[in-house]
């Protein structure tokens, strides 16, 4: 398996890894095109429970019920693969979207990136330590359990590890930077 390496904006191949300036990512959608099918599936089968003349008037409410809360999913999932996610990598900072809202991270204020197999899901994130994250109780479990107080919402069709060791590349680039100025 051969990972994949996000390409700088400009769209050339960076000749030295200092040149790397900004790198942009966006979150795949593949979990969303199953989620839009299956939705779209059970709003089929809502609509032939609320919609046949042969079943009755609980059956029926139930068909609108899950009419309602599917096409609801499926509005979400439609939405998710107009607009994805994305991440935008430079030597000083993170900027991550997600549902319309922008996140900034600056990179001198992170701490090394990891990764983290969740085992209740089976999925593998990126996590960090963000240093100006309150000390809750919240931030001290997600160090316990997590070891770092925040994650990553996705890996933006990198592999976690490959995610993580791109991201402590630009903090080193960026902390490099930083000691020559």
């Known amino acids: 398996m051969s990972e994949q390496r996000p390409e700088p904006e400009s769209g050339r191949e960076p000749e030295q890894p200092d040149e790397i300036d900004r790198i942009v990512l966006r979150a795949s959608g593949g979990r969303w095109v199953w989620i839009l099918i299956g939705s779209m599936a059970f709003v089929a089968f809502g609509g032939g429970m609320a919609l046949s003349a042969r079943t009755g008037g609980v059956a029926k409410g139930i068909g609108w019920f899950i009419i309602v809360l599917f096409g609801f999913c ?3 999932a439609l939405r998710q693969l107009v607009s994805p996610g994305s991440m935008t990598i430079s030597r000083t900072s993170i900027d991550v979207i997600r549902h319309g ?3 900034t991270f600056a990179l001198a204020d992170c701490g090394p990136f990891t990764t983290w197999r969740n085992p209740s899901r089976g999925t593998t994130c990126v996590v960090f330590d963000h240093f100006p994250d309150p000390d809750t109780e919240v931030t001290r479990t997600n ?3 997590m070891g770092g107080s925040r994650s990553l919402p996705d890996s933006y069709g990198l592999p ?3 995610l993580a060791d791109l991201l402590n590349e630009a903090r080193a680039a960026g902390a490099a ?5």
Do not use: N, P
Request: charged share 35%; net charge neutral; aromatic share 0%.
């Open 143 to 145: 160090r316990a359990v």
């Open 101 to 103: 809202r922008l996140t």
């Open 177 to 181: 930077e930083g000691r020559e100025d």
């Open 74 to 76: 499926a509005a979400v």
């Open 160 to 162: 976690a590890q490959g």
